[in-house]
């Protein structure tokens, strides 16, 4: 499964998630870097990436690929924030996503930053492994 696929299941599921509110990629949200239209008072950001694992097979290549993905809430309220927060967590922790392309997770979190103010918003960030 491609990284952009990944991306693609994940965004999906975390939209189903949020709704009302919608998670991006970055660079897609509107009303921002160039976008038309309004930005959102409230979404979520998303980011996959490569990461490294200490793991190899017998015959010295990586046993698997393994990968990163940040979450970031952007909200004009902490609470929103906040619930954004928590709608993502129960739809990641301990989950795997079943597509017709493949299956990504499970997802494990591993780190987090508080929600604070950050240029008229209130901005909170995780970071999960799968």
Known sequence: MTESEQAEAILAAL???????VAYEYGKVPGSNGNAGT???KYVLV???RRYVDSFR????????SYRLGTRYVAKS???ARTMRQRVTDAL???????AAGE?????FEAGDPVLPDDGFQVGTDTWTF
């Open 58 to 65: 017998a015959g010295g290549g990586p046993s698997l690929k």
């Open 104 to 108: 990504v997770g499970p997802f494990i």
């Open 15 to 21: 939209n189903a998630a949020l709704a009302p509110a």
């Open 47 to 49: 980011d996959v990436s």
């Open 39 to 41: 930005e959102p008072p």
């Open 78 to 80: 902490t609470g929103d």
């Open 93 to 99: 922790e301990g989950q795997i996503i079943t597509t």
